[in-house]
């Protein structure tokens, strides 16, 4: 079993400060879509569409962000991206018609993203050795957050008048700008030397733009088990409903105790590339498992889900131990929040295309398309080892110099 806090005073503080932040993320996955659609009466099409807006915004200002957070240092920065988040939280009790709740879920998601980018400095400054490991222990702590205030957002559906929603919405504020407070406990973190040439060079790097595009096109297994199994289980299981959740809890389970494990190992980019491969095969098998549990009786139903949830269980903590070591490790230190602001553009797309695609593959399909998805993860972590081997060469063949080396060299 890991540890439970991290040896370093620096490391507690970000995994407190995680852990208030997922609390409130908990409660807004949870319940946020009813909130608007129930509480404030917004039509459902309406809120998807507003949601698409958010999440397109999203993606440019990852990258923008973490440049500023490289440049300008990252602690100031995520900090104020936790705050902006807040505010616009509590702009949502202002959100009564569609061009107001678009401009507040624009502001919080386009927030979302941008911290994301702008936190991985500070993971890699105060990560230790091993930064791939500690993002691997934020992982397991988001979980547990998340689930928590999963529980709590309970409440308010079940309750299900527009004070209780309210109170979830005052909630996820004061989670955020808790975890803004704390993350300003860290001593700054004084931003690297600029590298020398273009400004936007993780938008030039091919190869990482390819690793990126690879991450995300196998990020797309995160909606397997939160909207292609429970449309599955319902539309072509005997299962019991409840496995719904069942599933859920024991992925949950397995990744807060099993990730930092899985991680350990992965410490170099080719170990990285095996485990996409690795994972690609497990989401295969996944698929094929739940995609058996069609029209059998409702015992072997569940056995069958059951198992194939494991399998990408499995699957997930290889997955996502290979994308903590690539994306840090094939990163310049100089420019770390916008590479990462680039890497994080591919688990955007996932979340944007995933849904829309496993609805009409898996379930609207059916047994078929369970086939070409597992088929599309495997011969995605095939490609993988190919990619990172181009990606390494590149690295070798040309490193690059901050601007302050090149000025002493050429003076």
């Not at 975890?179 to 973190?189: D, T």
């Not at 993780?202 to 096109?217: K, N, S």
């Not at 063949?397 to 601007?403: A, C, V």
Request: contains cysteine; proline residues 5%.
């Amino acid at each position: 079993m890991p540890h439970l806090l991290p040896d370093s005073g620096p490391q507690r503080t970000i995994a407190a400060s995680n852990f208030v932040y997922t609390v409130g993320s908990g409660l807004y996955l949870t319940a946020g879509v009813l909130y608007f659609t129930q509480a404030v009466r917004l039509p459902a099409a309406q809120v998807g569409l507003g949601l698409g807006i958010a999440g397109a915004l999203a993606l440019a200002a990852g990258i923008a962000v973490g440049h500023l957070a490289d440049r300008r240092g990252a602690r100031g920065v995520y900090a104020a991206t936790l705050v902006v988040q807040a505010l616009a939280t509590a702009g949502f009790m202002l959100a009564d018609s569609f061009w107001p709740f678009v401009i507040a879920v624009c502001a919080a998601t386009a927030a979302k993203g941008a911290g994301l980018a702008a936190r991985s400095p500070i993971i890699r400054h105060h990560g230790g050795d091993r930064p791939q490991e500690f993002r691997a222990y934020l992982r397991a702590v988001t979980n547990i957050g998340i689930s928590l205030g999963a529980v709590l957002a309970g409440w308010a559906v079940q309750v299900g008048t527009h004070s209780a929603y309210q109170l979830l919405v005052i909630g996820n504020a004061i989670a955020f700008a808790a975890s803004a407070a704390i993350v300003l406990r860290l001593r700054p973190v004084e931003p690297e030397p600029a590298l020398h040439g273009p400004r936007w060079i993780a938008l030039r790097d091919r190869p990482y733009l390819a690793l990126t595009l690879l991450d995300g096109i196998m990020a797309i297994q995160f909606k397997v088990l939160t909207v292609a199994v429970p449309l599955w289980l319902i539309a072509a299981t005997t299962a019991p409903h409840w496995l719904i959740s069942g599933t859920m809890l024991m992925n949950t389970v397995v990744v807060v105790t099993c990730q930092m494990r899985a991680s350990r190992s992965i410490d170099t980019p080719v170990a990285g590339a095996l485990s996409y491969r690795r994972s690609g095969f497990a989401f295969l098998l996944a698929c094929v498992l739940i995609s058996l549990s069609a029209g059998i009786p409702a015992w072997a139903a569940a056995t069958l889900l059951l198992a194939g949830v494991t399998v990408h269980t499995i699957g997930e903590l290889w997955h996502s131990a290979a994308g903590f070591e690539i994306s840090f490790a094939l990163a310049p230190q100089q420019a770390t929040g916008q590479y990462l602001g680039v890497f994080g553009l591919g688990a955007g797309l996932a979340e944007a295309v995933g849904p829309a695609l496993l609805i009409a593959l898996c379930v609207t399909w059916g047994r078929p398309g369970w086939y070409v998805v597992g088929a599309l993860f495997a011969l995605t972590g095939l490609t993988a080892p190919l990619v990172v081997r181009w990606t390494e060469h590149r690295r070798h063949g040309r490193q690059p110099q901050p601007e302050s080396a090149h000025k002493r060299v050429a003076a």
